[in-house]
């Protein structure tokens, strides 16, 4: 199906995501499966403003795109049943993999995973969270990290099953004051690769052409000057950035 199609056949409903937080609704463009999300379901936030989650969702996909990592799937705006909302590509992930867990803290594997905290459950008894330390995982915290997400659950972590990794639900993100709130804090202090380099070198050039033009129609002006100041910092630091400020590092729930 052609771009122009996904913007102007008919969008269907064919089931809702209840457990999101969010009016989320699955549907169809001809044969292709998608996720609908109506902007005139979005839930009012104290720090974001009113009616632009599905922007930044997009917004956060043109950032994808810019890194070259394909960690957002394709994203778009367009009308639907519901009205003006954004519309992403469903993927399919591979129900035995886990990129990221909780297990008890006795059982965490030597090799292969990094460990992010530890607490007690319920009963007591003590757990670890960890994800895997992959390659694929390392870009989708670098991601994270250039788009201030202030919701990477475990749950919006796609384990596909050839490897790859895709990020999913991208509303709270770009907020210019710091609000970087992950599961992915396995890499702090590791420093960057020379690809994970050169990907924040796209976005920041990208940022005086197309890309800075195309975001202006999504996020505010302050919005866009805080993601080049990010860039600019982790490209300077050199290293994955450590938790700062006084809020939780994490999102909770945790998944």
């Known amino acids: 199906m052609s771009a122009t199609d ?10 809702r995501i209840r457990t999101a937080s969010n009016a989320t609704f699955l549907g169809s463009i001809g044969e292709v499966n998608v996720v609908y999300k109506p902007m005139a379901g979005e839930s009012p936030l104290w720090d974001f403003p009113d009616g632009t989650l599905a922007h930044r969702e997009v917004a956060a996909y043109l950032v994808s ?6 960690v957002v799937p394709q994203t778009w705006l367009r009308d639907g049943p519901l009205g003006d909302g954004m519309v992403q590509l469903w993927q ?12 008890a803290t006795d059982d965490v594997p030597e090799s292969g995973w990094k460990h992010v905290l530890e607490g007690q459950d319920q009963k007591g008894r003590m757990v670890t969270l960890i994800h895997e330390d992959s390659s694929a995982l390392r870009r989708m ?5 250039v788009v201030n997400n202030a ?7 796609l384990a596909m099953t050839d490897g790859h ?16 709130r992950t599961v992915l ?14 990907g924040i070198d796209r976005v920041c050039s990208g940022l005086g052409g197309d890309l800075g033009q ?3 129609e999504l996020l505010s002006a302050e919005e866009i000057a805080a993601l080049a100041g990010r860039c600019t910092r982790l490209r300077s630091a050199g290293v994955f950035p450590a938790p700062a400020g006084e809020m939780s590092p994490v999102p909770w729930p945790l998944f």
Do not use: M, N, Y
């Open 92 to 103: 399919e992930q591979d129900p035995d993999q886990s990129a990221v867990d909780l297990v």
């Open 6 to 15: 996904l913007v102007t056949a008919e969008l269907t409903l064919t089931g």
């Open 165 to 180: 990794r895709h990020g999913v639900d991208h509303g709270l993100t770009f907020h210019r004051d710091h609000k970087l």
């Open 214 to 216: 195309d975001l202006a």
């Open 151 to 157: 919701d990477r659950k475990g749950d919006h972590i």
């Open 141 to 145: 915290a670098l991601f994270d990290a």
């Open 185 to 198: 804090w396995g890499w702090v202090g590791d420093p960057l690769t020379d690809e994970e380099r050169e």
């Open 65 to 70: 795109e810019a890194l070259g990592w394909g």
